[in-house]
């Protein structure tokens, strides 16, 4: 027998106290035309457990798997060969099984763990000091700005108009709970980032600026300028890295002058998984910022004995300290993601990264050459890392879903991420990693041309 602890009475105060006429008007912000007003469409009312097996088994095979063809998708989420021994280590019962490391006398092993993960990301990002994971990408960067908001006092954020589109809604949304100011445009398709425009645009009430590097159409900019302009004006600049396979080639953000550096953990031993979990990253560059840091940090010490050991150094989250001084609202971390994240890493090395990295660059260089050949065909950056945008003639979501058609998946298109773009509707976003090969490349382009003809 179900235990339904609430009663209808239960249901009615707790409306009348946070002023809702129904459990639906919870559900005011999702749009009218995504409710579902009746059973979903392909599935019988009621069927036997195998007849549900094989109906089942007969949708996924519509699906188009990542393996099975030419791949170039990417645009925050990127397809990279993860080593088998990941799987095979993440799936140890101390680690697939754990949980939040609240007794760290019993959770030596887990918070090693994520000691050295917090390590790898600090080095990587080129900061003094990562938390021990978070979320996802988007969410880091929603926390970054909130953090910046709390050591500037001030709640003004510029977002680069390179910033994912995503990542902006999700400011956007958690923004208006703390009546922040979001200031955003979306971009133009050029070839330059708009780092010069915001260094001129930080003015006495900006707590933030945020850059992605390399951003949403593969460009990559210097953000030492703009990094000198935020610290003359008191804000702090942040930078998001979707695809940090990329700082094995590029000068890290910290390097740079960012502030807080953030991003997606997914591209190093984490699948793309049908969009996740995925894995958030979340470093700062001067450590007297620690405290404002949301998450938790694992931290080194010595027992009584003078023996090594590993403690949960920071928390901050309402569970643990007074409410009014809490900065996070993270109740967990993604401590898998981040252990299959510090193993492939580790796997790699610093030579490996490089080397990785370097493989990914030579690839994405051969394809933007090869499809600078196909008539109407743009290449539109003149630097990029694994990622660029081509913009085409006509409609270029329809002409991805074409292309899907020859099972030749040829990118992210950008009228699907902003749909109310003019001349963004002719762009197509191009990833390339070290899972393409030559002939793919020349699959995309012969489809491509053949589709434009």
């Known amino acids: ?150 050591v500037t006092k001030r709640s003004k954020a510029l977002l680069s108009d390179g910033l994912h589109p995503h990542y902006v809604s999700t400011a956007k949304t958690m923004g208006k709970f703390n009546g922040d100011i979001i200031v955003y445009a979306e971009p133009k398709l050029l070839a330059e980032t708009d780092f010069a425009a915001l260094a001129k645009a930080v003015d006495s009430e900006t707590g933030s600026v945020v850059v992605q590097y390399p951003d949403i159409l593969g460009r990559i900019g210097d953000m030492t300028a703009l990094a000198e302009a935020c610290h003359a004006a008191g804000a702090l600049l942040v930078a998001v890295v979707t695809e940090p396979v990329a700082l094995g080639a590029l000068k890290s953000p910290g390097e740079m002058g960012a502030d807080i550096v953030v991003g997606e953990g997914q591209s190093i031993g984490v699948g793309l998984q049908f969009g996740g979990p995925y894995l958030g990253l979340f470093a700062v560059r001067d450590p007297k910022h620690v405290r404002q840091m949301p998450g938790r940090l694992c931290g080194q010490t010595v027992d009584a004995e003078g023996k090594r050991g590993f403690v949960l150094t920071l928390s901050t989250r309402e569970q643990h300290i007074r409410r009014e001084k809490a900065t996070s609202n993270i109740c967990t971390n993604s401590g898998l993601c981040a252990l299959a994240f510090s193993i492939h890493l580790t796997l790699l090395g610093e030579k490996g990264l490089r080397a990785l990295a370097a493989e990914n660059h030579r690839l994405a260089c051969a394809a933007a050459d090869r499809l600078a050949k196909v008539p109407g065909v743009e290449v539109l950056n003149e630097s990029f890392f ?36 003019d001349r963004r509707e002719k762009g197509i976003v191009i990833a390339v990693t070290e899972t393409v090969t030559e002939e793919d490349i020349e699959a995309l382009a012969s489809a491509l041309q053949e589709a434009l003809a």
């Open 386 to 421: 694994n990622e660029f945008t081509i913009v085409v003639p006509g409609d270029a979501r329809q002409l991805v879903r074409d292309l899907a058609d020859k099972r030749v998946l040829a990118g992210v298109s950008l009228g699907r991420l902003y749909p109310d773009g």
């Open 1 to 150: 027998m179900r235990y339904l602890p609430l009663t209808d009475g239960n249901r009615s105060a707790m409306l009348d106290v946070i002023g809702a006429k129904s459990i639906d008007d919870l559900f005011a912000d999702v749009p009218r035309e995504h409710y579902l007003t009746g059973p979903v469409e392909g599935l019988p009312m009621h069927a036997g457990e195998m007849a549900v097996e094989r109906h089942m088994r007969r949708l996924s095979k519509m699906n188009l798997a990542a393996a099975d063809a030419p791949f170039f998708l990417g645009a925050g989420a990127y397809r990279h060969h993860v080593p088998a021994s990941v799987d095979h280590l993440i799936q140890r019962g101390e680690f697939l099984t754990s949980y939040t490391p609240y007794q760290p006398e019993i959770a030596q092993g887990t918070l090693q763990m994520l000691f050295e993960f917090q390590t790898q990301v600090a080095r990587l990002f080129g900061c003094a000091v990562a938390n021990a994971s978070m979320y996802d990408g988007s969410t880091a960067c929603w926390e970054a700005i909130a953090m910046a908001g709390r």
